[in-house]
């Protein structure tokens, strides 16, 4: 019997659960010519700021062994262009869509989310006749609006509160979730930075905030230097580490997070085929999202996918809902 | 643009740490044209992670077996040092043609090329190709033929202009006609840059420089094109994570506008690897 590969996320049910991550996917056409974006299980876009935003000076990368540092500076048009240039464009995907959404201020995400809100349509009425089938599996989404949901990077400093970043305060997190909860119906993801001391307190936060699920991981923060120039090699200082070299954070950080919400978590970090994203559904996820892997090999999203349901198939595993049971923790 | 294993059919030493890697090529991803390039992953494992962007330097249509391109790459890294272990027989994953291309020459500019490092590359290619158009001016087969009315037959070859420290650094290729050789220490050909060079012997009239070369070279062609009037059509290296246009990592700043309000930037990989000199700002580039 074919494996149940859907995924609910809030009033969201995914066709499957290998999504592609912010930031390294564009809006999804970037890749059109390399792959069937549509037989994904959703792409999450890059960040959308209210403002455009140049991005950070260069160099922005760095490879590092086994992954690699960025410091892009969540480069993008802007909502007004996202709004004119890209929604047209995710309208016409068939795979779900969540918004990457980032800012300075609890009011830069909420015009983001209520922009978008506005153009897209209200969640009940785009999701009325968006129930189809993507690759086999089944999809509740809302379709044609081109918004599915919202994946909230807390991972920005709060201008407003003397820089510190939003996502390392519970405090923070929770009035932020409840401030976009209040703004839409579409699925709110959450997602959560590993640079904190415990990442379960924050999960926590967010869902008492009302998301419908957490990601983690985003970046770990990096520093490369130049030895012989005596300077850091980004621009910036410091970036963000990602690539393989994360994959065992990411996972015990799934592992964490999933034992202390009982809302669905996504995972990512690192995942370069199939055996890696099991790794992180066995943790506790019940999706993951490819990143710098699709850089590495375009080929990588799907090819997760194939292989984690040759896996089930293999193992006798009915849903990929089943697999976060299947883990032992007894030595 | 497609992604595909490619059998290598040729990794050769062409100069000290330089190497001629010829491999072929898919014909359904499109004839890449001289400035596109392609991206190769070195390896199968994890480190180095990244895939490795090469501008293409020749593109043979071959006989039977079907197309095959060549990259010139300089051994400077673990990527570059894993690609020169490999073996003709021996399969990489490549992607491309990625990127904007050199534009041909328009009536009544002169091309001049210039090239320093392994900008040699797409330089090298794009001369072939001018080359290829001069001495066969007229013939509808010739691609590109029809807009590059001047390198037409009975014209000069276009000048080609290359750089390296001394002569024993020159790579063993077959170089078009036109080449001018310039050495930092005299040891061959012209005593000093290509930059130099073109700044003495250029002609006076409309010019269109060709370039690819490290940034500062690029900077000194930007600042001579300026001071004379000539266009340029520079090709840029950058560091790039996806090369597809994704990941905004390999950009490069644009001019400051009226006022000095930057401009934001463009992407090396999916706006470029080739601008024209207006588009970037080559002294921060």
């Given at each position: 019997?074919?494996?149940?590969?859907?995924?609910?996320?809030?009033?969201?049910?995914?066709p499957?659960?290998?999504?592609?991550?912010?930031?390294?996917?564009?809006?999804?056409?970037?890749?059109?010519e390399?792959?069937?974006?549509?037989?994904?299980?959703?792409?999450?876009?890059?960040?959308?700021?209210?403002?455009?935003?140049?991005?950070?000076?260069?160099p922005?990368?760095?490879?590092?062994?086994?992954?690699?540092?960025?410091?892009?500076?969540?480069?993008?048009?802007?909502?007004?262009?996202?709004v004119?240039?890209?929604?047209?464009?995710?309208?016409?995907?068939?795979?779900?869509?969540?918004?990457?959404?980032?800012?300075?201020?609890?009011?830069?995400?909420?015009?983001?989310?209520?922009?978008?809100?506005?153009?897209?349509?209200?969640?009940?009425?785009?999701?009325?006749g968006?129930?189809?089938?993507?690759?086999g599996?089944?999809?509740?989404?809302?379709?044609?609006?081109?918004?599915?949901?919202?994946?909230?990077?807390?991972?920005?400093?709060?201008?407003?509160?003397?820089?510190?970043?939003?996502?390392?305060?519970?405090?923070?997190?929770?009035?932020?979730?409840?401030?976009?909860?209040?703004?839409?119906?579409?699925?709110?993801?959450?997602?959560?930075?590993?640079?904190?001391?415990?990442?379960?307190?924050?999960?926590?936060?967010a869902?008492?905030?009302?998301?419908?699920?957490?990601?983690?991981?985003?970046?770990?923060?990096?520093m490369?230097?130049?030895?012989?120039?005596?300077?850091?090699?980004?621009?910036?200082?410091?970036?963000?580490?990602?690539?393989?070299?994360?994959?065992?954070?990411?996972?015990?950080?799934?592992?964490?997070?999933?034992?202390?919400?009982?809302?669905?978590?996504?995972?990512?970090?690192?995942?370069?085929?199939?055996?890696?994203?099991?790794?992180?559904?066995?943790?506790?996820?019940?999706?993951?999202?490819?990143?710098?892997?699709?850089?590495?090999?375009?080929?990588?999203?799907?090819?997760?996918?194939?292989?984690?349901?040759?896996?089930?198939e293999?193992?006798?595993?009915?849903?990929?809902?089943?697999?976060?049971?299947?883990?032992?923790?007894?030595a | 643009?497609?992604?595909?294993?490619?059998?290598?059919?040729?990794?050769?030493?062409?100069a000290?740490?330089?190497?001629?890697?010829?491999?072929?090529?898919?014909?359904?991803?499109?004839?890449?044209?001289?400035?596109?390039?392609?991206?190769?992953?070195?390896?199968?494992?994890?480190?180095?992670?990244?895939?490795?962007?090469?501008?293409?330097?020749?593109c043979?249509?071959?006989?039977?077996?079907?197309?095959?391109?060549?990259?010139?790459?300089?051994?400077?890294?673990?990527?570059?040092?894993?690609?020169?272990?490999?073996?003709?027989?021996?399969?990489?994953?490549?992607?491309?043609?990625?990127?904007?291309?050199?534009?041909?020459?328009?009536?009544?500019?002169?091309?001049?090329?210039?090239?320093?490092?392994?900008?040699?590359?797409?330089?090298?290619?794009?001369?072939?190709?001018?080359?290829?158009?001069?001495?066969?001016?007229?013939?509808a087969?010739?691609?590109?033929?029809?807009?590059?009315?001047?390198?037409?037959?009975?014209?000069?070859?276009?000048p080609?202009?290359?750089?390296?420290?001394?002569?024993?650094?020159?790579?063993?290729?077959?170089?078009?006609?036109?080449?001018?050789?310039?050495?930092?220490?005299?040891?061959?050909?012209?005593?000093?840059?290509?930059?130099?060079?073109?700044?003495?012997?250029a002609?006076?009239?409309?010019?269109?420089?060709?370039a690819?070369?490290?940034?500062?070279?690029?900077?000194?062609?930007?600042?001579?094109?300026?001071?004379r009037?000539?266009?340029a059509?520079?090709?840029?290296?950058?560091?790039?994570?996806?090369?597809?246009?994704?990941?905004?990592?390999?950009?490069?700043?644009?001019?400051?506008?009226?006022?000095?309000?930057?401009?934001?930037?463009?992407?090396?990989?999916?706006?470029?690897?080739?601008?024209?000199?207006?588009?970037?700002?080559?002294?921060?580039?």
């Amino acid at each position: 019997m074919k494996p149940d590969l859907t995924v609910r996320i809030g009033p969201l049910v995914l066709p499957n659960p290998v999504g592609t991550a912010s930031g390294t996917f564009g809006y999804g056409s970037e890749y059109e010519e390399l792959m069937d974006v549509d037989a994904l299980g959703a792409i999450y876009t890059k960040a959308v700021t209210p403002e455009p935003r140049p991005g950070n000076p260069v160099p922005r990368i760095v490879e590092t062994p086994s992954g690699m540092l960025n410091s892009i500076g969540l480069a993008n048009p802007g909502i007004e262009a996202f709004v004119r240039d890209k929604l047209p464009e995710l309208r016409k995907r068939r795979c779900a869509v969540i918004i990457n959404v980032a800012g300075s201020s609890e009011a830069d995400y909420l015009e983001v989310i209520e922009r978008i809100e506005e153009a897209a349509g209200p969640w009940e009425a785009a999701a009325a006749g968006a129930t189809g089938t993507v690759n086999g599996g089944r999809y509740v989404g809302a379709g044609r609006s081109g918004v599915d949901g919202y994946e909230i990077n807390v991972s920005c400093p709060n201008v407003a509160h003397g820089g510190l970043t939003f996502g390392t305060d519970p405090a923070q997190v929770e009035r932020l979730t409840a401030a976009l909860r209040g703004a839409t119906k579409r699925a709110l993801i959450v997602k959560l930075t590993p640079n904190v001391a415990d990442i379960g307190a924050i999960a926590k936060a967010a869902e008492a905030g009302g998301a419908d699920a957490v990601s983690c991981i985003n970046t770990l923060v990096g520093m490369v230097i130049d030895v012989r120039r005596k300077r850091p090699f980004l621009a910036r200082g410091t970036g963000g580490l990602s690539g393989p070299a994360v994959r065992p954070v990411g996972v015990a950080c799934t592992f964490k997070a999933a034992r202390t919400v009982s809302i669905p978590v996504i995972g990512l970090g690192g995942i370069m085929c199939a055996e890696d994203a099991l790794q992180y559904l066995l943790a506790g996820a019940v999706a993951v999202q490819v990143g710098t892997g699709t850089f590495v090999d375009p080929r990588i999203p799907l090819g997760t996918l194939r292989g984690i349901e040759a896996w089930m198939e293999a193992e006798g595993v009915a849903s990929v809902k089943d697999i976060p049971g299947l883990l032992s923790t007894q030595a | 643009m497609l992604q595909f294993d490619a059998g290598i059919l040729s990794n050769r030493t062409i100069a000290p740490d330089w190497k001629e890697l010829i491999l072929r090529w898919n014909p359904g991803a499109g004839r890449p044209e001289p400035g596109h390039f392609l991206t190769l992953r070195p390896g199968r494992g994890s480190d180095p992670l990244l895939r490795r962007p090469f501008a293409v330097a020749s593109c043979e249509a071959g006989q039977g077996e079907g197309p095959s391109v060549s990259i010139i790459y300089q051994i400077r890294g673990p990527g570059t040092r894993l690609l020169a272990d490999l073996l003709p027989g021996a399969m990489i994953d490549v992607l491309g043609p990625l990127g904007k291309p050199f534009p041909m020459p328009a009536m009544g500019e002169s091309p001049i090329l210039a090239a320093g490092g392994v900008g040699l590359g797409p330089v090298l290619y794009l001369a072939r190709r001018l080359e290829e158009i001069r001495a066969t001016a007229g013939a509808a087969t010739v691609p590109g033929a029809a807009q590059a009315t001047n390198v037409g037959a009975g014209l000069a070859p276009a000048p080609f202009v290359i750089g390296f420290r001394s002569a024993d650094l020159v790579p063993d290729l077959p170089f078009p006609p036109g080449l001018v050789l310039c050495t930092d220490d005299g040891s061959a050909g012209f005593h000093g840059t290509p930059v130099d060079w073109m700044a003495h012997n250029a002609p006076s009239g409309a010019a269109r420089i060709y370039a690819c070369g490290p940034s500062p070279m690029l900077a000194a062609i930007a600042r001579l094109a300026s001071g004379r009037g000539w266009k340029a059509s520079l090709s840029a290296e950058q560091w790039m994570a996806c090369g597809v246009g994704a990941c905004m990592g390999c950009v490069l700043p644009r001019p400051a506008a009226v006022g000095g309000a930057s401009q934001g930037f463009l992407r090396a990989c999916a706006d470029g690897p080739v601008f024209e000199l207006g588009d970037i700002d080559w002294e921060k580039a």
